[in-house]
């Protein structure tokens, strides 16, 4: 079956420094892999996808995502972060059978000025 | 607004009764899906069509909950006799082909009284 793990509950960065968000992944074949953002009673936003191609993967907002077959991770990356990206972080894998997504617990990220 | 839109947002009921949830999809998206959410978990899924044919049920599915999507264009979900349990978010996405994006609503919040 087809699933991620997103191993840390919270990330506290200070406003201006990296923010790295991990992901691992288990998958039987080709892995389809998305993050997505989910601010306080809001519905989740598309950030990025891998499907195949380079494995750094560029978004919205300014995030990135690096493939890493070896590793079978896709850690959410931001140069610089800002207060406004505080929300709920999800990583997802497409299931090998009918598209829908298995998401990952979440992390919350907590930028701070 | 071309997004998903899901009515209603908010949705309170006593234990036993019956409630439905509407989803209208991104117009011309042929795929929708529905998921529920708890909180401090990520989303899980439900369901989903391809066009008016529901293609696959999860097994979180039980017989008291039912989905439709006449003419393949909004859908309904419909949660007979509700159990506390049932109190959840429930998001609706659509996606335009099967290995796409999918485009999440606001979610409708269900709480059982």
């Known amino acids: 079956a087809q699933s991620v793990a997103q191993p840390e509950d919270q990330v506290n960065v200070a406003e201006g420094n990296p923010l790295t968000v991990k992901c691992t992944y288990s998958?039987?074949?080709?892995?389809?892999l998305f993050w997505y953002v989910q601010y306080p009673n809001r519905g989740l936003q598309f950030l990025l996808k891998?499907?195949?191609?380079?494995?750094l993967v560029k978004g919205s907002y300014g995030f990135e995502a690096e493939f890493n077959k070896s590793q079978t991770s896709f850690h959410l990356k931001k140069p610089s972060a800002l207060v406004s990206d505080s929300a709920l972080y999800f990583c997802?894998?497409?299931?090998?059978?009918?598209?829908?997504?298995?998401f990952g617990k979440g992390t919350s990220l907590l930028v701070t000025p | 607004d071309t997004g998903v839109s899901q009515n209603p947002r908010h949705k309170i009921t006593k234990r036993g009764q019956n409630v439905t949830f509407r989803c209208d999809p991104i117009s011309e998206h042929n795929r929708l899906y529905w998921y529920r959410q708890t909180l401090g978990q990520g989303p899980e899924f439900l369901t989903y069509?391809?066009?008016?044919?529901?293609?696959?049920k999860s097994r979180l599915l039980s017989d008291r909950f039912s989905a439709e999507r006449p003419k393949g264009s909004f859908s309904t979900l419909e949660i007979q006799r509700t159990e506390q349990g049932d109190s959840a978010m429930y998001l609706c996405?659509?996606?335009?082909?099967?290995?796409?994006?999918?485009?999440f609503g606001a979610g409708t919040r269900l709480s059982v009284l």
């Open positions: 998958v039987s074949g080709n892995p389809y």
């Open positions: 891998y499907i195949t191609g380079d494995n």
């Open positions: 996405a659509s996606s335009p082909t099967s290995v796409d994006i999918q485009y």
């Open positions: 997802a894998v497409m299931r090998d059978s009918g598209y829908a997504l298995n």
């Open positions: 069509f391809q066009n008016e044919a529901q293609l696959e």
